[in-house]
């Protein structure tokens, strides 16, 4: 079965770096793009980005033009996720999900498959 | 602010029938077949319940259904069960400038 399983929580300084990793099993990684979203504590869901794991092509949040980068590695069937120059108000779960349609078909714009979340807090 | 409209919470009892709205312009739920919705347990990632409008995942059950009618979408519920009490936000495709909205949720709770 289709699984994605990110790496763990994350304490950072304000002003400092954190990448989130996104491993995928169950299916043919190259197929398929992977977005990711965020949420702040008690607040709803904010779209950070999308990457095709079929050549790499990504698509970022205006808001956060500048401050991340979105990558996979196709050898380990994984996706990363870099957020620079972090604020207190980065502090939130941090999701990667899947496509739901494989590059091949219409982008449905929707996620079928989601990794289970990491904790990423910024605190001095 | 969220991009799309949700109203903060909804309710109804068990076996009733409950619609949550999500209303955006023209530039993203009026202007694409490309809106979704997902359900969300407290702690726990996502999970879609349709797509593009009226879709579902094998899966879902069939009392979840979507619709769209202009600028607003539409989510209902039907036969309420205890289980479905949980977050629902719909998003939608923007275009190629913001690319993906989300609504800023609705909280549905089983009386």
């Known amino acids: 079965q289709v699984q994605l399983v990110q790496s763990g929580a994350e304490v950072k300084k304000p002003g400092a770096s954190v990448k989130v990793s996104c491993k995928a099993s169950?299916?043919?990684?190259?197929?398929?793009?992977i977005i990711w979203v965020r949420q702040a504590p008690g607040q709803g869901l904010e779209w950070m980005g999308w990457?095709?794991?079929?050549?790499?092509?990504?698509i970022y949040a205006q808001m956060l033009q500048g401050r991340v980068t979105m990558t996979t590695d196709t050898s380990t069937s994984t996706a990363y996720m870099d957020l620079r120059s972090l604020r207190s108000d980065d502090t939130a779960v941090y999701y990667c999900?899947?496509?739901?349609?494989?590059?091949?078909?219409?982008?449905?714009?929707?996620?079928?498959?989601w990794g289970q979340g990491t904790l990423v807090t910024v605190s001095s | 602010q969220s991009a799309l409209t949700q109203p903060p919470s909804a309710s109804g009892s068990p076996g009733q029938s409950v619609t949550i709205s999500c209303t955006g312009t023209?530039?993203?739920?009026?202007?694409?077949?490309?809106v979704s919705w997902y359900q969300q347990h407290p702690g726990k990632a996502p999970k879609l319940m349709i797509y593009?409008?009226?879709k579902r995942p094998s899966g879902v059950p069939d009392r979840f259904s979507g619709s769209k009618s202009g600028n607003t979408a539409s989510l209902t519920v039907s036969g309420l069960q205890a289980e479905d009490e949980a977050d629902y936000y719909c998003?939608?495709?923007?275009?190629?400038?913001?690319?993906?909205?989300f609504g800023g949720g609705t909280k549905l709770t089983v009386l």
């Open positions: 999900a899947r496509d739901r349609n494989s590059v091949y078909s219409g982008n449905s714009w929707s996620s079928d498959n």
């Open positions: 169950g299916y043919t990684f190259s197929n398929y793009g």
């Open positions: 990457i095709s794991a079929y050549n790499g092509n990504t």
């Open positions: 023209s530039s993203d739920v009026g202007g694409y077949d490309r």
């Open positions: 593009e409008v009226t």
């Open positions: 998003s939608s495709y923007a275009g190629s400038n913001s690319y993906v909205v």
